[in-house]
């Protein structure tokens, strides 16, 4: 009789086993495979070096022209999409978001389970990929595409469904029998203008939150990224047909700017931007016949600032890193430091010397050990060239760089020398203009209030960074900096730490990133509801009825 009984409890068990088993197992990742373009490959060899780069050819209109910016090299012509081509996306996006709007958060996390371990897996490919559409190196590729998009993914999968889940709220007292409570519905199908310099993690983001929420998404990739948008449009279809899914929940346009004209003004439920803050300003007007609500994320003029007793052997890898990553194409990236008189000889002798030192080339092909890429868009290389000798001839000295470098092997590619310009003030046109390149743009401060009135005079308000050993006068800069995000002895870690990212002033406004980022793709919606529903709801009294109202009865003054 005992053997009996301990036999059935074991299959009792045995079963309980299988069912916690079969439960957890579906939330095991799904693998899927997707092949990385061949042009991606390190060592490539041959392609077409295009004489002169550029993304539209004359002879073939209607398509662009892919290429390598640091080879120069032809990759590939894909058809630039069009307005038609963004009527049909949304109509898709709409259909599949109404069943996808009803799947729960589990069969969400998976999805994102799957991407994740993807990513993780294929990291290397991924960022292939994105170092021959952009010319980046791949340090860059790793820190700005992968590892960012990771956090994202696994803060959205742990804190996601929290975040989103009614937030109950205080009644008034007069209305002590009601619950108050928000909830957070998805907006419908939303739309991501997204810009060149990540095109990997700029448009991950946006899908991320997207399905989470329990959106569509149309992405519209830059031109400039149109090539590596291929593939990352194939990982994500794929990983939602792997897991059961429509892929028509997310689409994927890349053309020119009258593609995302004609996206803005579709008729979606919500835009993020990220861009400039002239085709911001395009942004908003397109939209506002429509009245659709916009985040706009538009670059940035972001200071470090080194008081006197900033300690320089922690801070000077990271202001190096703040200002050459990516080439300088980054919008939070360090474009104006602002150093102590006390010890400001010291950090550019210290600076110059390690700047010297920094390598410039292709990381794909036949080189090793590059700290700075190339340049994404061709134009830039006038430009950098035009912006710096406007303020050298305004007093700033220039002791290093300043003009492109031409590579030995691919002459057409579009290289920038590292830079040194020291002596700079807040008048001096490079103060003022987002330069977007390998600058770095010394400034001299006497005073942590003379800093502070040099950091906000710019017009961009998107973030900075404040050097010192006094936590407490950190404190007290950041709060009197005129800026969405503040930094104490780090570089851009508001962003690793899942904080809201946005800015002030012409840096846009909106917030992508963190719980308040999520919660902005949603519509908040408030609700009040009977606290005791069959024994106390709300009645007016006799004298505050409309009908006595209207009857001339002075009940009001009464009541009153």
């Known amino acids: ?310 300690n320089l052997k922690q801070a000077i890898p990271l202001l190096l890193r703040g200002v050459f990553q990516n080439a300088g194409q980054n919008c939070v990236g360090l474009e104006r430091i602002l150093v102590h008189e006390s010890i400001y000889d010291e950090f550019v002798t210290i600076v110059e010397k390690r700047i010297k030192e920094l390598r410039v080339g292709c990381v794909l092909d036949d080189e090793e050990g590059v700290d700075v890429g190339a340049l994404t868009t061709s134009d830039q290389l006038d430009r950098l060239s035009t912006l710096i000798k406007s303020t050298v001839s305004q007093g700033a000295k220039l002791l290093y760089g300043g003009h492109p470098y031409i590579h030995p092997l691919y002459p057409t590619a579009h290289y920038y020398m590292p830079t040194l310009l020291i002596d700079v003030t807040p008048e001096m046109p490079i103060s003022q203009t987002e330069h977007f390149g390998p600058i770095m743009v010394v400034m001299k401060f006497r005073t942590d209030e003379e800093a502070i009135e040099i950091a906000n005079a710019s017009g961009y308000g998107l973030g900075n960074n404040v050097f010192t050993k006094d936590q407490r006068r950190g404190e007290w800069m950041a709060r009197r900096l005129r800026c969405g995000m503040v930094n104490i002895n780090d570089f851009a870690a508001s962003y690793m730490c899942d904080l809201p990212f946005g800015g002030v002033g012409i840096s846009g406004f909106g917030r992508f990133g963190g719980e308040e980022g999520l919660r902005q793709q949603c519509l908040m919606k408030s609700i009040t509801l009977d606290r005791f529903p069959s024994l106390l709801q709300t009645s007016n009294p006799r004298r505050a009825e409309f009908a006595v109202l209207c009857n001339g009865d002075n009940g009001v003054l009464s009541l009153l």
């Open 1 to 310: 009789m005992r053997r009996q009984c301990h036999r059935t409890k074991a299959n009792h068990i045995i079963v309980i086993a299988f069912v916690f088993a079969k439960l957890f197992s579906d939330d095991e990742p799904i693998e899927f495979s997707v092949p990385v373009p061949v042009e991606a490959k390190p060592g490539r060899v041959g392609g077409k070096i295009l004489e002169k780069p550029n993304l539209k050819d004359p002879q073939n209109q209607g398509y662009i022209t892919c290429y390598d910016p640091a080879t120069g090299k032809l990759l590939a012509n894909i058809r630039a999409h069009t307005e038609q081509d963004v009527i049909e996306a949304l109509k898709k996006a709409r259909n599949a978001q109404k069943k996808w709007a009803q799947t729960t958060f589990r069969e969400r996390k998976k999805v994102l389970k799957s991407l994740l371990n993807f990513i993780v897996k294929n990291q290397e490919e991924i960022c292939w990929a994105s170092c021959r559409d952009t010319g980046k190196s791949m340090v860059d590729a790793k820190f700005g595409e992968i590892l960012v998009t990771c956090e994202r993914i696994k803060w959205t999968m742990k804190k996601g469904e929290k975040a989103l889940s009614p937030q109950f709220h205080e009644s008034s007292a007069l209305l002590f029998y009601k619950v108050a409570k928000v909830e957070f519905e998805p907006l419908g199908v939303v739309a991501a203008l997204v810009s060149w310099n990540y095109p990997f993690h700029n448009i991950m983001g946006p899908i991320i939150t997207a399905l989470f929420v329990g959106n569509g998404i149309i992405v519209k990739s830059s031109e400039q990224v149109a090539w590596s948008l291929q593939y990352y449009s194939e990982i994500v279809r794929t990983c939602l047909i792997s897991c059961g899914h429509d892929p028509d929940i997310v689409q994927f346009l890349c053309g020119f700017p009258d593609c995302g004209e004609a996206l803005v003004k579709s008729g979606v439920d919500g835009i993020t931007f990220i861009g400039s803050p002239q085709v911001g300003r395009k942004i908003m007007s397109s939209s506002s016949p429509t009245l659709t609500p916009c985040i706009l994320e538009l670059g940035g003029k972001d200071c470090a600032i080194l008081r006197q007793d900033a």
